[in-house]
């Protein structure tokens, strides 16, 4: 069985999303879960600086930020139509 291509340590069980072509399973769900996180992280820290407590639009509906950790925000759903 191929090995991730990433940590090397487990058995890959995930296409890599990052390349192009054939899917062949290249990563392990431990990698992946790990990339997720680090998306959010990132999109979180490029949007802008969130506050707790603070009410933001997404798409019509509205988010009461409720928590801000290193892998992210939490948002509470207040109100959408
Ligand atoms: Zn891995």
Do not use: Y
């Not at 090397?8 to 062949?24: E, F, Y």
């Not at 820290?45 to 992210?72: H, M, S």
């Amino acid at each position: 069985m191929k090995m991730c291509e990433l940590c090397k340590i487990r058995p890959a069980t995930i296409p890599d999303r990052n390349r192009m072509g054939r899917q062949i399973n290249r990563i392990c769900s431990d990698c992946h879960a790990a990339r997720l996180r680090g998306d959010l992280t990132k999109m979180a820290q490029t949007i802008r600086v969130f506050k707790i407590g603070e009410e933001l639009e997404i798409k019509g509906a509205w988010f009461r930020v409720k928590k801000i950790n290193p892998f992210g925000i939490m948002l509470k759903a207040i109100k959408w139509n």
